[in-house]
């Protein structure tokens, strides 16, 4: 009799047990039903948000066609003002890839044929009929000094232009036929705004600076094959010098620091090379020996050192991102998951992970021990560049739709999406405190953004500086590591300093024969490197007066 109460304990308590695990199973079921909707409604929110882009950007070239069709209907009326109108708005198409001229031979003129070439001008990232940005980038027609006489291999072929909108088109037509008393009185309306900006500050018009003959002795300083020139209307604060020229036999399309200012490494066709930054000395060339087509052209297009000097990642033509060991000179891993080139790649400070930006449109966090993808993040158009912020916590990429956009690493939420460019984004980077962002773009500007802090209730997002005074594309910026100078260089083949706190240029750095495709100042300061289309990388040196 004991024996069977005992038996009916534990039937009890095992029927008490099963029941309380089915409640728990029935529990986690309903738990794992809720997580896989909201999951599933949060997918379906991200799509809609991409649906939204693109339909916002098919809207937004509908109306521009619309005006440029009312433009060109303007131009053809028969009235004062069309010639004028046709002259402001018209844009010169972008000449192919061509070596640089020869000395003092003058640049080609806007209306020159450009068919001989075609050939030779680089893919696109995929539109068709799309215009290639840098086949105009690398003809050497800079408007400060002539090159000298070279003959160049063929370019590289960096993503292209979206299809460019005549300048004037950001502007309303010219009302002709309204009464010329009304033209008048539109004019008086914007001086007010003028007024407000304390002129000993910040002058009318950016400077822009002169060609280097009509620069007084004591505004520039120059040498056998560089020169500086300096800003008059601002008090003289720093000054550059050359420290090594790094040659090389293509172009070079990206420079970079390593974390400890030692060393730069640099991209050109097929290899990536590691010089002594104190020497200049070459200390590493890495080449991907397993490529198949040994004869045809494989420009590294972006190149990052990670955190602990270990290791170079490299980009490349071939949609494939390499992990160098720099000691064994040997390929760690390879990444796989773009469809397009890799133009952009960032280490984050903690060494854990990757970004790249493709032409594919697509910017991917990579892990750096297991080599997959841990975060896609897709916009509508191809992706030029991305910085990883200081603290690892955002990435910003810049697109050829003309737009800055900021995501949360970890989840990956838009955070910030900046508007304000005229062209496309082809560089972006974090200043040292994660707050603000710089940016650079084809609209020949640079621009300055604050974003959120967490720790007050600014709104982000705002651009509170637009610095002006290059002649052609800005095609990279950085800034120094004690966020003081905006770098920029671009396809004036200039490299501007400029003072982040009021926007205006220091001075002018002109040291390339061809573009300024690379700028990277030292993570120390005091040095910067830049690579241009003439086949050469140069360290400076920059330092207070």
Same mark, same amino acid.
């Given at each position: 009799?004991?024996?069977?109460?005992?038996?009916?304990?534990?039937?009890?308590?095992?029927?008490?047990?099963?029941?309380?695990? &089915?409640?728990?199973? &029935? !529990?986690?079921?309903?738990?794992?039903?809720?997580?896989?909707?909201?999951?599933?409604?949060?997918?379906q929110?991200?799509? +809609?948000?991409? *649906?939204?882009?693109?339909?916002?950007?098919?809207?937004? $070239?509908?109306y521009?066609?619309?005006?440029?069709?009312?433009?060109?209907?303007?131009?053809?009326?028969?009235?004062?003002?069309?010639?004028?109108a046709? &002259?402001a708005?018209?844009?010169?198409?972008?000449?192919?890839v061509?070596?640089?001229?020869?000395?003092?031979?003058?640049p080609?003129?806007?209306?020159?044929?450009?068919?001989?070439?075609?050939?030779?001008?680089?893919?696109s990232?995929?539109?068709p009929?799309?215009?290639?940005?840098?086949?105009?980038?690398?003809?050497?027609?800079?408007?400060?000094?002539?090159?000298?006489?070279q003959?160049?291999?063929?370019?590289?072929?960096?993503?292209?232009?979206?299809q460019?909108?005549? /300048?004037?088109?950001?502007?309303p037509?010219?009302?002709?036929?309204?009464?010329?008393?009304?033209?008048?009185?539109?004019?008086?309306?914007?001086?007010?705004?003028?007024?407000?900006?304390? /002129?000993?500050q910040?002058?009318?018009?950016?400077?822009?600076?002169?060609e280097?003959d009509?620069?007084p002795?004591?505004?520039?300083?120059? !040498?056998?094959?560089?020169? #500086?020139a300096y800003?008059?209307? +601002?008090?003289? %604060?720093i000054?550059?010098?050359?420290?090594?020229?790094l040659? !090389?036999?293509?172009?070079?399309?990206?420079v970079?620091?390593s974390a400890d200012?030692?060393?730069?490494a640099?991209?050109?066709?097929?290899?990536?090379?590691?010089? *002594?930054v104190?020497?200049?000395?070459?200390?590493a060339?890495?080449? *991907?020996?397993?490529?198949?087509?040994?004869?045809?052209?494989?420009?590294i297009?972006?190149?990052c050192?990670?955190?602990?000097?270990?290791?170079?990642v490299?980009?490349?033509e071939?949609k494939?991102?390499?992990?160098?060991?720099i000691?064994t %000179?040997?390929?760690?891993?390879?990444?796989?998951?773009?469809?397009q080139?890799?133009?952009?790649?960032?280490f984050s400070?903690?060494?854990?992970?990757?970004a790249?930006?493709?032409?594919?449109r697509?910017?991917?966090?990579w892990?750096?021990?297991t080599?997959e &993808?841990?975060?896609?993040?897709?916009?509508?158009d191809?992706?030029t560049?991305?910085?990883i912020?200081?603290?690892?916590?955002? =990435?910003?990429?810049?697109?050829?739709?003309?737009?800055?956009?900021?995501?949360?690493?970890?989840t990956?939420?838009l955070?910030?999406?900046?508007?304000?460019?005229? @062209?496309?984004v082809?560089?972006?980077a974090? +200043?040292n *405190?994660?707050?603000?962002?710089?940016s650079?773009?084809?609209?020949?500007?640079?621009?300055?953004? $604050?974003?959120?802090?967490?720790?007050n209730?600014?709104?982000?997002?705002?651009?509170?500086?637009?610095?002006?005074?290059h002649?052609?594309? #800005?095609?990279s910026?950085? +800034?120094?590591?004690?966020?003081?100078? =905006?770098?920029?260089?671009?396809?004036d083949?200039?490299?501007?300093?400029?003072?982040k706190?009021?926007?205006?240029?220091q001075?002018?750095?002109?040291? !390339?024969?061809?573009? #300024?495709?690379?700028?990277?100042?030292?993570?120390?300061?005091?040095?910067? =490197?830049?690579?241009?289309? @003439?086949?050469?990388?140069?360290i400076?040196?920059?330092?207070?007066?």
């Amino acid at each position: 009799m004991h024996v069977n109460e005992l038996l009916d304990l534990v039937k009890r308590e095992f029927d008490s047990v099963t029941s309380e695990a &089915s409640n728990f199973r &029935s !529990h986690k079921d309903e738990f794992d039903r809720k997580f896989n909707q909201q999951s599933t409604e949060m997918q379906q929110i991200r799509q +809609t948000v991409i *649906d939204l882009e693109k339909e916002h950007r098919r809207m937004k $070239e509908k109306y521009e066609e619309e005006i440029s069709r009312l433009k060109r209907e303007l131009e053809q009326a028969p009235s004062g003002g069309a010639g004028a109108a046709a &002259s402001a708005g018209a844009a010169a198409p972008l000449p192919g890839v061509v070596p640089p001229p020869g000395a003092g031979a003058p640049p080609p003129p806007a209306g020159a044929n450009t068919a001989a070439v075609a050939g030779d001008q680089p893919p696109s990232l995929g539109r068709p009929g799309g215009n290639n940005v840098f086949g105009g980038i690398m003809t050497g027609q800079g408007q400060l000094q002539q090159p000298v006489q070279q003959s160049y291999p063929q370019q590289p072929p960096p993503p292209p232009q979206q299809q460019q909108q005549p /300048p004037a088109l950001s502007q309303p037509p010219p009302q002709s036929q309204a009464p010329p008393q009304q033209q008048q009185l539109a004019p008086p309306q914007q001086p007010p705004s003028q007024q407000q900006q304390p /002129p000993q500050q910040f002058p009318k018009e950016p400077y822009v600076f002169p060609e280097v003959d009509k620069i007084p002795p004591e505004l520039k300083k120059e !040498h056998e094959d560089w020169y #500086v020139a300096y800003n008059p209307q +601002t008090n003289r %604060r720093i000054d550059v010098d050359l420290l090594h020229t790094l040659e !090389h036999n293509s172009v070079v399309c990206c420079v970079r620091f390593s974390a400890d200012g030692k060393y730069v490494a640099t991209g050109c066709n097929r290899s990536a090379q590691i010089y *002594d930054v104190g020497t200049g000395q070459l200390i590493a060339k890495l080449e *991907d020996e397993s490529v198949n087509d040994k004869e045809g052209d494989l420009y590294i297009r972006a190149v990052c050192f990670s955190p602990d000097g270990q290791y170079l990642v490299t980009g490349a033509e071939d949609k494939l991102i390499r992990v160098w060991d720099i000691k064994t %000179r040997q390929i760690r891993h390879f990444f796989r998951g773009h469809d397009q080139d890799i133009y952009s790649l960032d280490f984050s400070r903690n060494g854990r992970h990757i970004a790249s930006g493709s032409g594919d449109r697509n910017v991917i966090l990579w892990d750096m021990e297991t080599g997959e &993808s841990v975060l896609t993040l897709s916009i509508t158009d191809g992706v030029t560049t991305v910085a990883i912020s200081p603290d690892g916590r955002y =990435v910003a990429a810049g697109s050829l739709d003309k737009t800055v956009r900021v995501w949360d690493a970890s989840t990956g939420f838009l955070v910030e999406r900046l508007e304000g460019h005229g @062209d496309s984004v082809y560089s972006v980077a974090f +200043t040292n *405190d994660g707050n603000e962002l710089v940016s650079g773009s084809l609209d020949k500007t640079i621009k300055l953004w $604050e974003l959120k802090n967490g720790s007050n209730n600014k709104k982000g997002g705002v651009c509170i500086r637009t610095f002006e005074g290059h002649r052609d594309f #800005v095609l990279s910026v950085a +800034t120094t590591p004690d966020s003081q100078w =905006v770098l920029s260089g671009s396809k004036d083949r200039g490299v501007q300093f400029w003072d982040k706190a009021n926007g205006q240029a220091q001075l002018v750095l002109q040291g !390339h024969k061809n573009s #300024v495709i690379s700028v990277a100042p030292g993570p120390v300061g005091g040095v910067f =490197v830049t690579g241009s289309g @003439d086949c050469r990388a140069r360290i400076w040196r920059y330092y207070n007066l």
